[in-house]
Nanobody
Framework: QVQLVESGGGLVQAGGSLRLSCAASTSIFSFNAMGWYRQAPGNQRELVARIWNSGSTSVADSVKGRFTISRDSPKNTVYLQMNSLKPEDTAVYYC?????????WGQGTQVTVSS
């Protein structure tokens, strides 16, 4: 049973920074990719950033230049460094891990950015 546990969310003022962590219960190299999604009230869940098994990364245009995804493989942890936060970044952030036939999700962590 794969478990993903997010942490690091909270309340921050606009312009501030947060780092989210996603700790996996198994080797992160057992997944094809891992990603961070977010969902604001009334909105669909959207992909924010992804890191592939190869180490390649991508981020959504809306956060490009502000958010960075990275990993610490010995700790089986993926991070989302969020800088220059804006009120529109307010959402529940979810960690996701992909295998060929199954996706896994964490429970989510709330990020609130005040203006």
């Amino acid at each position: 049973q794969v478990q993903l546990v997010e942490s690091g969310g909270g309340l921050v003022q606009a312009g501030g920074s947060l780092r989210l962590s996603c700790a996996a219960s198994t080797s992160i190299f057992s997944f094809n990719a891992m990603g961070w999604y977010r969902q604001a009230p009334g909105n669909q869940r959207e992909l924010v950033a992804r890191i592939w098994n190869s180490g390649s990364t991508s981020v959504a245009d809306s956060v490009k230049g502000r958010f960075t995804i990275s990993r610490d493989s010995p700790k089986n942890t993926v991070y989302l460094q969020m800088n220059s936060l804006k009120p529109e970044d307010t959402a529940v952030y979810y960690c996701e891990a992909q295998r060929t036939y199954q996706d896994y999700w964490g429970q989510g962590t709330q990020v609130t950015v005040s203006s």
